[in-house]
């Protein structure tokens, strides 16, 4: 697997964009647990932000999982985050809309799981103008492959592969079902119990909060579909 992930890194453009060509930071906020920490990314995945990102895991405090909301941003971040992600074995939940980049950052993780209301946007490679090209196309072919790899369903590499630049195919319910993706917050428990701590000014962890990302919820039973410009 590792060759594997290497030699897919080495063939994609670093210059590549999944979606938005924004270069603003996404933020990245942790919150404390003694069970182990969440990292909350929000907003365009710029340059930098896989420095960030490594920075943040890599400290003392053990990150346990990612909480998502972004609309994507450059392919070559995203990848290196979702890679790490991965080696980490980082739960990933998506509160908001998580699309492009983001979406690679979700479907490669180990542990998956959704709000009642996410939306997962899937579509091709685009060079840093927005468009399709002989190398982008090659870059989507080669991340299809990569996501096979991954176990990624079909119907999701489909749309992908599928759906040009500017125009966005959002996965459904059987997508969501097929990637065995539990529609719940695991992380809920643990930014109660934070949030409590704090109010009490204690550090005393919650003996519940130990088990609460052990317990699974439901399949996911419902989803977003269809597209948008």
Known sequence: MARIVEAAKAG??????LMSTSCLAMDIVRVPNCTGDVL??????????????????????????????????????????AMLAYRRQLTTYVSGECDSACAFIFLTSRK????????????SVSNV????????????????????????????????????????SYLNKDDL???????????????????AQAIKGTSTCDKGASDTVSKEGSPALAGSGGKKS
């Open 177 to 195: 079902a097929a990637l065995k993706v539990i529609v719940r917050n695991p992380f809920d428990r643990i930014i109660r119990t934070s949030t």
């Open 12 to 17: 994609l453009s670093a210059a590549m964009l």
């Open 40 to 81: 909350k990314l929000s907003g365009d995945i710029g340059p930098g932000d896989f420095v960030r990102f490594r920075g943040f895991v890599g400290a003392e405090r053990r990150v346990h999982g990612v909480d998502l909301d972004s609309g994507g941003g450059s392919l070559d971040e995203g990848f290196q985050i």
């Open 129 to 168: 103008h927005g468009n399709e090209d002989s190398e982008t196309i090659r870059d989507t072919i080669k991340l299809a492959r990569l996501m096979a790899k991954h176990g990624i369903s079909p119907s999701t590499i489909g749309k992908m592969v599928t759906t040009p630049p500017g125009k966005m």
């Open 112 to 123: 998956r799981y959704v709000s009642p209301n996410a939306r997962i946007g899937v579509h």
